[in-house]
């Protein structure tokens, strides 16, 4: 392989989740710094900002299908980018290489998943809450497809548990009008909140709840935590030092996992962006995404959708993240499920820890341990 | 929908001739759980598997082992054609759903789900035709119920069908059991409310 293979990064640093796009641009940028090192010239970025403008990231896949000949495009945030990047990918038989945690059902051929379906996030949080703070819930969510679907399938897990649901509300995307919420989840007293809003609207509802867990100790993280399956490192500072402190969220990565092989690869962060600088699994997992493909396109010796596929299924590939293997069926990979607690300087410390999941996007009970109790249709 | 759709364990016959459509159709269905049989030939009407999926871009009359769109299955119709002839094949046959083709496989699941939806509507539908054609079958004896109330308590026609209203409600019976009950002489006549 001679020519310079050019892969293509679709990140937005603006808009409601500016601050996880910023941060996988940084993942990704900091991966091809250390791709030109390992192999100088042989891996070409195109990196291309959508401004959470949909019809800018449809221009923007297609100027990287089209004009610039990539196969492979790291990027979207949002399951709806995603679903409207994707037929242009399948169009040009191009590999999208999804990182961010997402509500499941769905295994397209042209996809590699790295970020993470319920039964590798929502499920293993339900699994350790529910024992501990109680099967009554309150969910609140972002008022589109992964809030609808999150707190739908939290709703058939606490049914399946014999709780119930306490309350289910959403916000549109930047509403921060979170009161009426807050009040009615004062009203109900629920065991914990499932929070699947984004952006401003998770912000200011965690500093509301901050604020009832100071009227009325009920409310604090100790006795009614406040969870999510998609608040990060790189989205803390917007919350601020000590709003948070307490509350949980689940991923595949955490800053602080005490691993060798991440206190290396905080060495070069740190080298790179500062001392301060918190990774989160956005940022983990944008670089890991980009060091998986372009790692594999050179060991393939192309950058066909196919032989790369193949070649990640193969066998488990080095990441920060452990060991990745690709399932051949769901193209999702196997990952480590982390649950943190934010602490008084804006860490997530470990609760409890697994070794890799293997996913199961539709929720079939395939490749698990505990299968949850999803009645069968029949 | 209140429950997440599961289709593990689930038997699926595809009636296609192999090809590399069917080869990531049959893997997207054995990720959803299925099991799956591929053939080129009718069905077996005694050996129904849960769900079917069939090309009706070339099905004939015959492949499927029931006739006049009662399928006892819930049924996906795989389609590439828009040929009015094989749309209206793959309705007659009963499908509920299409996989349009080339395949998506993003389409399988949707499909499976909505076909699913669809049969069961269809059963829930046909038992409550049949439920309300029962009815309107014993009409007449409702009708002579009423006349022998009106006539042995000297009631008008409304106040008679009230009296045999209540008496079945009270005996927690169906008003055409009750009424045939009184026509039969099974029952006393009822006094009047």
Same mark, same amino acid.
């Given at each position: 392989m001679r020519d310079a293979v050019k892969i293509g990064i679709l990140y937005s640093t603006t808009g409601p989740y500016g601050s996880m796009g /910023?941060?996988?641009?940084? *993942?990704?940028?900091?991966?091809i710094d250390e791709l030109q090192d390992a192999y100088a010239g042989r891996i070409v970025p195109v990196f291309i900002d959508p401004k959470a403008n949909i019809p800018d990231y449809l =221009?923007?896949? /297609? !100027?990287?299908? /089209? =004009?610039?000949?990539? /196969?492979? #495009?790291? *990027? +979207? #945030? +949002? !399951?709806?980018?995603r679903k409207e990047v994707l037929p242009l990918v399948e169009k040009h038989d191009g590999l999208l290489w999804y990182m961010c945690p997402y509500e499941g059902f769905e295994a397209n051929e042209n996809v590699v998943y790295i970020g993470g379906c319920p039964n590798q996030h929502l499920l293993p949080v339900f699994d350790y809450l529910i024992p501990r703070y109680g099967n009554r819930p309150y969910l609140v969510g972002a008022n589109y497809v992964w809030g609808w679907e999150m707190n739908r399938l939290a709703r058939e897990l606490i049914a399946a548990a014999g709780g119930e649901v306490l309350g289910e509300r959403y916000l549109p995307f930047e509403e921060t009008a979170v009161e009426r919420i807050v009040a009615d989840i004062e009203l109900r007293r629920p065991s914990f909140i499932l929070n699947n809003l984004i952006g401003p609207s998770s912000y200011a509802f965690l500093a509301a709840i901050k604020a009832l867990g100071a009227r009325d100790p009920a409310f604090r993280p100790d006795n009614c935590p406040v969870v999510s399956c998609d608040l990060t490192e790189c989205e803390l500072p917007d919350i601020g030092i000590g709003v948070a402190t307490g509350q949980l969220s689940a991923a595949a990565y955490f800053d602080s996992i005490p691993t060798a092989e991440n206190l290396d690869f905080k060495r070069r962060v740190a080298a790179r962006f500062g001392a301060s600088r918190r990774i989160s699994s956005v940022f983990a997992c944008a670089y890991t995404s980009l060091k998986l493909c372009?790692?594999? #396109? #050179? &060991? &393939?010796? +192309?950058?066909d959708p196919v032989a790369v596929r193949r070649l990640l299924s193969a066998k488990p590939a080095r990441s920060i993240l452990g060991p990745i293997l690709i399932d051949p069926e769901t193209h999702h990979a196997a990952l480590p499920f982390h649950l943190g607690r934010i602490n008084d300087d804006n860490v997530f410390e470990i609760v409890t820890s697994q070794a890799a999941i293997a996913a199961d996007p539709y929720l079939t009970g395939r490749n698990r341990r505990s299968v949850p109790q999803l009645r069968v249709v029949s | 929908m209140k429950e997440t759709p599961n289709f593990s364990g689930w038997h699926a016959a595809l009636l296609h001739r192999e090809d590399s459509m069917t080869d990531r159709l049959v893997r997207q269905l054995k990720l959803l759980g299925c099991s799956v049989t591929q053939q080129? %030939?009718?069905?077996a009407a005694d050996a129904l598997p849960d769900i079917v999926l069939v090309d009706a871009d070339q099905g004939w009359d015959g492949l499927l082992p029931w006739a006049g769109g009662t399928a006892p299955r819930p049924l996906v119709a795989l389609l590439g054609s828009e040929a009015p002839g094989r749309i209206a094949w793959a309705i007659q046959q009963g499908a509920g759903a299409v996989i349009a083709k080339p395949l998506s496989v993003s389409a399988v699941y949707p499909a499976l789900v909505m076909a699913l939806g669809i049969h069961r509507e269809r059963i829930a539908i046909s038992q409550k035709i049949e439920h309300l054609e029962?009815?309107?079958?014993?009409?007449?004896?409702?009708?002579?119920?009423? %006349? %022998?109330?009106?006539a042995a308590r000297k009631v008008d026609e409304h106040h008679a069908y009230n009296t045999l209203r209540n008496c079945a409600m009270k005996r927690r019976m169906a008003m055409e059991q009750m009424a045939a009950s009184i026509v039969g002489g099974a029952e006393p006549m009822p006094e009047a409310v």
């Open positions: /910023r941060d996988a641009w940084d *993942g990704a940028e900091l991966a =221009d923007g896949a /297609r !100027s990287m299908l /089209r =004009d610039h000949g990539c /196969r492979h #495009i790291v *990027g +979207t #945030i +949002t !399951s709806l980018a372009a790692e594999a #396109i #050179i &060991a &393939a010796g +192309t950058d | 080129w %030939q009718p069905l029962e009815r309107v079958r014993l009409r007449p004896l409702v009708h002579a119920a009423v %006349q %022998q109330i009106m």
